[in-house]
């Protein structure tokens, strides 16, 4: 079975329209097989979302692993921040410039596998991880992150109980100053601040 984290050109596309609410603002996502959460917004991505503190979200933003661009989208749409989102899977990228057209905002979008391809460093990192990665590639995935955050940035995620958030936790705490903002059916939203001395 081919991973959302992979290009899989013999896979047979299935564009599919979703309409979706998120605190009360209307997005239309085009999914497709082979992305991540192709049936519409998944639980995780919308607890995460709605959990951001969203006012305080300026400067740039980095939507890593992005799929088809519901984090990036949310956030463009609610902040002048200027908004960043890398996936490694070309699919879903295709499928992240569509739906950054259709709800006319300005994003950038473009592949990197991990942060090969970010150049800059940011205020925020959001993501809702690919955990099918596996544990040692997740955990690099989030250390690596600091070296893409400002002095005091923020890295936000959301991991459920059951894919390891309380060992995530622990993990991150080597790197950040980590406070748990969330808990919903198993989810953990989680923010790692990057501390100035790191």
Avoid at 13 to 20: D, F, L
Avoid at 43 to 54: A, P, Q, S
Avoid at 111 to 121: R, T
């Amino acid at each position: 079975m081919a991973h959302y984290f992979e290009n899989d050109d013999t896979l047979k596309s299935a564009i599919h329209q979703k309409e979706v609410i998120i605190k009360n603002q209307r997005f239309t996502f085009y999914t497709d097989n082979g992305v991540f959460s192709k049936k519409g917004l998944d639980f995780g991505t919308r607890t995460l979302l709605e959990t951001l503190d969203i006012d305080r979200i300026t400067g740039k933003v980095l939507d890593f692993g992005c799929g088809y661009g519901p984090i990036g989208i949310y956030v463009a749409q609610n902040t002048n921040a200027e908004v960043h989102m890398i996936d490694v899977n070309r699919r879903s990228l295709e499928l992240a410039r569509k739906n950054v057209s259709t709800n006319h905002v300005n994003v950038q979008v473009y592949e990197s596998n991990l942060y090969e391809n970010v150049k800059d460093k940011f205020d925020f990192i959001i993501s809702n991880p690919p955990i099918r990665v596996g544990k040692k590639m997740l955990y690099q995935i989030l250390e690596d992150a600091k070296e893409h955050l400002k002095s005091n940035g923020e890295l936000w995620i959301v991991i459920h109980k059951d894919q390891g958030a309380k060992t995530t936790i622990e993990f991150l705490r080597q790197f950040y100053t980590v406070e748990i903002k969330n808990k919903n059916k198993g989810f953990y939203v989680i923010r790692g601040t990057k501390n100035g001395i790191i």
